[in-house]
């Protein structure tokens, strides 16, 4: 086993204990889940103060996170590599019905009676890629039906440029594509959102009384001076 798949299997190891350690203490503060004794290695440990217990879930549920942080950033990121490639698969696809349609026109333009064509692009550069615009060079055969029956042009290097609103589209459906059909999203991102649910009901339960202070500490201070 390479360093690479080691620290893939550690990454979902750290994973599955993250979930695991969220969940439970998600549990615990919104479900009033009670936990009075402990069995470790056959031995009962009692559990008198359940504030004790919440730190040591706390600092267990910290450990994790920052363990599963780690292993994935060293991890490679999945989720963004079929996020890129679904990308620019939708860009060249862009591109090609782009192409072909300024090709019919230009050729009815030219007195041609031509109809149904279908470019196959051989191969394909990406020249820029900007946020405003992204530029290709397209090389393939353009089949098209005419009156006398069917006919074919070869493209050499064609340039097609794909701009910000085509880019918008290509990414909200490379997006959505990655995020519903592929498991990207549920093995990378997903175990931080879950890992978020108890931070999120303890700042919820306790932001009130936090503001509260604060606002009674500044009017104390404002009285003051």
Request: hydrophobic residues 45%.
């Amino acid at each position: 086993m390479n360093e690479e798949d080691t620290n893939q299997l550690l990454f979902f190891r750290q994973r599955r204990n993250l979930i695991g350690i969220s969940l439970l203490l998600a549990l615990y503060l919104v479900a009033g889940l009670e936990i009075q004794k402990l069995s470790i290695l056959g031995n009962e440990i009692g559990i008198p103060d359940p504030v004790v217990l919440q730190l040591c879930l706390w600092a267990v549920w910290f450990w994790w996170l920052i363990r599963y942080c780690q292993y994935f950033l060293v991890t490679p990121n999945k989720f963004r590599v079929e996020y890129e490639n679904r990308f620019a698969r939708t860009v060249l696809k862009i591109a090609t019905r782009h192409f072909t349609k300024d090709f019919a026109a230009k050729r009815r333009k030219e007195g041609e009676n031509e109809w149904a064509h279908i470019f196959e692009v051989k191969q394909h550069n990406f020249l820029d890629r900007n946020p405003l615009v992204w530029n290709l060079i397209l090389t393939g055969p353009i089949a098209y039906k005419h009156a006398g029956g069917h006919g074919t042009a070869q493209i050499h290097n064609a340039e097609q440029a794909v701009h910000r609103k085509d880019l918008l589209w290509a990414k909200l459906k490379a997006f959505f594509i990655v995020c519903l059909g592929t498991p990207r999203v549920t093995d990378y991102i997903a175990p931080f959102l879950i890992a978020m649910i108890p931070l999120a009901y303890l700042i919820y339960k306790h932001a009130p009384s936090f503001v509260g202070y604060i606002y009674s500490f500044l009017t104390t201070v404002q009285n003051g001076s």
